[in-house]
C-alpha cells in the first residue's frame, strides 16, 4: 500500500533554529501540498507543486518559510528562523491530476513541531 | 476569510444511531468535496467525495448529500461504531482551476460511545 512519508515524525527546537521537513511522495503522483494544522485553523494550506513547479505559496510566511522539490521523490519545507507560534504539525500530501481531473489527496502522518 | 465552515467542534452518538456531520461553504466555484478522517499521530484519510453535479453519494455505511442552493453539504454514517470515533474534515476544489488543491474546515471531533 503506498504511502506518503514524512521525516522527522517529531521535533523539538529553539526559536531561531533552523528547521527542515522532508517528504517522500507517492511513486507516480504529479502533485505535492504541505498543509499545517493548528488547532483554531484546521488544516491551513503552505504549499502547492505540480510537476515540481511552485503553483501556490502564498500561505507561508514568506520571509521564514521556504518550500522546494529537489527532484520528484523529495519535498521539503524549511522554517528559518523558527518561532514559537511555528509549533504545529506539518502534513504533506500528495496527488494526481491528470486530462484534468484530480485524484483524492493522501497525506503522510505528520511532522509534529514543537519550538521553544 | 474561511471559505468551509465546519460549525460543530465536536459531536456524541451512541452506537448503532446516526451521525451527522454538516459542512458549510461560501465559494460558489468550489465543484468538487470530499471527507477525511483524521485519528490522533496520523494523517487524514480520504473517506467519501462528490462532485458538485450530483447530490448525493453512498459508499457502505457512508453518505454525503450536497445542497448546492445552500451551498451545504452533509456526512451521515448509520450505523455509527466506535472505530468511527475521529475528527472528520470537510474539503472542497475546484478541480477545473486548481486540480486536487483542497481547502479544509477546521474539522469536527466525532465520539461514538459504546
Known amino acids: 500500500d503506498a504511502r506518503v512519508t514524512q521525516t522527522p515524525r517529531h521535533k523539538v527546537t529553539e526559536m531561531g533554529q533552523e528547521v527542515t521537513m522532508r517528504c517522500q511522495p507517492i511513486l507516480g503522483h504529479n502533485t505535492v501540498f504541505w498543509y499545517r494544522q493548528t488547532m483554531m485553523q484546521g488544516l491551513e494550506l503552505l504549499a502547492y507543486f505540480r510537476n515540481r513547479a511552485p503553483l501556490d505559496d502564498s500561505g507561508m510566511p514568506k520571509d521564514r518559510f521556504s518550500a522546494e522539490m529537489p527532484d520528484a521523490t523529495l519535498a521539503t519545507l524549511k522554517i528559518q528562523p523558527s518561532e514559537p507560534r511555528d509549533s504545529a504539525v506539518y502534513f504533506c500530501a500528495s496527488g494526481l491530476v491528470r486530462d484534468g481531473r484530480g485524484s483524492p489527496l493522501h497525506f503522510g502522518n505528520g511532522t509534529r513541531l514543537t519550538v521553544t | 476569510d474561511q471559505q468551509v465552515k465546519q460549525n460543530s467542534p465536536s459531536l456524541s452518538v451512541q452506537e448503532g444511531r446516526i451521525s451527522i456531520l454538516n459542512c458549510d461553504y461560501t465559494?460558489?466555484?468550489?465543484?468538487?468535496f470530499l471527507w477525511y478522517k483524521k485519528y490522533p499521530a496520523e494523517g487524514p484519510t480520504f473517506l467519501i467525495s462528490?462532485?458538485?453535479?450530483?447530490d448525493k453519494n453512498e459508499d457502505g455505511r457512508f453518505t454525503v448529500f450536497l445542497n448546492k442552493s445552500a451551498k451545504h453539504l452533509s456526512l451521515h454514517i448509520v450505523p455509527s461504531q466506535p472505530g468511527d470515533s475521529a475528527v472528520y474534515f470537510c474539503?472542497?476544489?475546484?478541480?477545473?482551476?486548481?486540480?486536487?488543491?483542497?481547502?479544509f474546515g477546521a474539522g469536527t471531533i466525532l465520539r461514538v460511545k459504546s
Open positions: 474539503a472542497a476544489s475546484r478541480t477545473m482551476e486548481y486540480g486536487n488543491k483542497l481547502v
Open positions: 465559494n460558489s466555484m468550489f465543484d468538487y
Open positions: 462528490i462532485s458538485s453535479i450530483k
